[in-house]
């Protein structure tokens, strides 16, 4: 069992010691809702259909854990988004979401030190599509909801390339991009919340906890508790 050290306030560090340096990745993954920004926005969706109660105790048991078949619980969640209009999709865009604090800092420190940004994401591809244009992030896999005469239908889009963008998706992704980029796992830091982020969170060189679910804290190398995205460059250094 792993030793947690305080390395500063609201920020702890298990299993290596700090200060790691910044040129020993070549890339950093990250989860979106929760992570990079600052809502679920599956549950800010349900909020127009008058269900984000409903949806969001199946998202916040999902991220604890709780629930271990996130495939299940997203096509449950989904399921009751069925008729919302695709206009509540933006509206949550341009109303509600909202980079979290520290999150360009951090993606341009570590584009400028010549490292590759990959977003993936439990959520939607109309958000990632933009949070992703927002930060100028390489490489995004998440999920499409399917659209039917400007409403929700309540289903999934299945994609070309694979199922449901789930915690093993996840895992799959970064190793996926780890090898077109021709490096080692160990050279990437892959950043979560939630439970279905310990699967990639398990292949990264360096696994970040922020403002993360208690099973999450307990598992990753570095715990940021307080504080934005940025604290991480506390850990490794720029």
């Not at 890339?27 to 599956?42: G, W």
């Not at 916040?60 to 619980?73: L, P, Q, Y």
Request: hydrophobic share 45%; charged share 25%; with cysteine.
């Amino acid at each position: 069992m792993m030793t947690t050290t305080e390395f500063a306030p609201g920020l702890a560090i298990q299993g290596f010691t700090a200060p790691l340096k910044l040129q020993d990745f070549k890339l950093i993954a990250f989860d979106m809702d929760s992570t990079l920004i600052n809502i679920e926005c599956i549950d800010e969706i349900a909020d127009a259909a008058g269900r984000k109660a409903e949806v969001a105790a199946i998202t916040e048991a999902a991220m604890r854990g709780e629930i271990t078949d996130f495939k299940d619980s997203l096509r449950r969640r989904v399921a009751l988004l069925k008729g919302v209009p695709e206009a509540a999709l933006y509206e949550v865009f341009e109303q509600r979401l909202r980079l979290n604090p520290g999150a360009k800092t951090l993606v341009d420190t570590c584009k400028t030190h010549g490292m590759k940004v990959l977003l993936v994401s439990g959520g939607f591809t109309f958000f990632a599509d933009r949070v992703c244009e927002m930060l100028n992030i390489d490489y995004a896999r998440s999920n499409v909801l399917a659209i039917d005469n400007g409403h929700l239908t309540g289903d999934v889009v299945t994609q070309d390339w694979g199922d449901i963008c789930d915690g093993a998706e996840k895992r799959k992704m970064l190793l996926h991009i780890c090898t077109q980029m021709g490096i080692s796992p160990k050279q990437a830091i892959a950043m979560g919340d939630g439970a279905n982020d310990l699967l990639m969170m398990g292949e990264a060189g360096l696994s970040v906890a922020y403002h993360a679910k208690p099973k999450v804290r307990e598992q990753a190398m570095v715990a940021v508790n307080d504080g934005g995205l940025d604290r991480l460059l506390e850990v490794v250094k720029a």
